[in-house]
């Protein structure tokens, strides 16, 4: 299947400090990514819709601010937590859809490793 | 809104079991429905797709079946291996188009040596 890469695999930071986490899609052009958060045991929710050249689609309650979200290329999006505190320590995870040839996609959803990020 | 839910929460079975993951959503108007596995600090790893049309899919051990009017499906894992011990996860897309998966909380379930 398609291949969607996440760096960094982890990453610890000091309280105040800002991260960049980035997805790119290895082997295929993806105009929209998806930005999922994971707290233990929990499962995954949806954060925010990033869209290539285009300003991001933020779900209800959260912080467009503090998740900065960048799709500047096909290939490419970034989620920069800003300012992070340690109550944003999470999983974060993105994934993409493969068009396919001609757009013919199966619809199938790709994700990436995930970032692990731990603020102290 | 659409809602997954997942059961059991946990589940844990001897190696060579045959068992049965199940999975219910709210609304019945699907595009797809995924099933994927997560072992512990990792990513998602997709496993079976079925397309709202269709009724099952197998790929190896794994057979997946969905059910749209009960709003129903099953993950189906044949002879169960220690190396199928991680959380798995069903997820479905409620439109067509490039749109978000709603994610259930996953079964976690341990295969037994």
């Known amino acids: 299947g398609a291949v969607v890469s996440q760096h960094p695999s982890w990453v610890i930071c000091k309280s105040g400090t800002s991260v960049k986490i980035e997805c790119r899609s290895l082997d295929f052009q993806a105009t929209t990514m998806f930005w999922y958060r994971q707290f233990p045991k929990q499962s995954l929710m949806l954060m925010a819709t990033?869209?290539?050249?285009?300003?991001?689609?933020?779900e209800q309650g959260v912080e467009k601010d503090k998740f900065l979200i960048n799709h500047a290329s096909l290939t490419l999006s970034t989620l920069t937590v800003t300012s992070a505190h340690p109550e944003d320590s999470s999983f974060y995870i993105c994934?993409?859809?493969?068009?396919?040839?001609?757009?013919?996609?199966?619809?199938?959803?790709?994700f990436g490793e995930g970032s692990r990020l731990t603020v102290l | 809104k659409q809602e997954v839910t997942q059961i059991p929460a946990a589940l844990s079975v001897p190696e060579g079991e045959n068992l049965v993951l199940n999975c219910s959503f709210t609304?019945?108007?699907?595009?797809?429905l995924q099933w994927f596995r997560q072992d512990p600090g990792k990513g998602l790893t997709s496993l079976l797709l079925i397309q709202s049309s269709q009724r099952e899919q197998t790929s190896g051990r794994l057979n997946a079946s969905l059910d749209k009017s009960s709003g129903r499906s099953t993950l189906y894992i044949a002879a169960s291996q220690p190396g199928d011990s991680a959380t798995y996860l069903c997820?479905?897309?409620?439109?067509?188009?490039?749109?978000?998966?709603?994610f259930g909380k996953g079964t976690r379930l341990s295969v037994i040596a």
């Open positions: 609304d019945s108007a699907i595009y797809n």
């Open positions: 990033s869209n290539e050249g285009s300003k991001a689609t933020y």
């Open positions: 994934s993409a859809r493969d068009p396919g040839l001609a757009g013919g996609s199966t619809g199938e959803l790709f």
């Open positions: 997820a479905l897309a409620p439109h067509g188009g490039n749109t978000p998966l709603v």
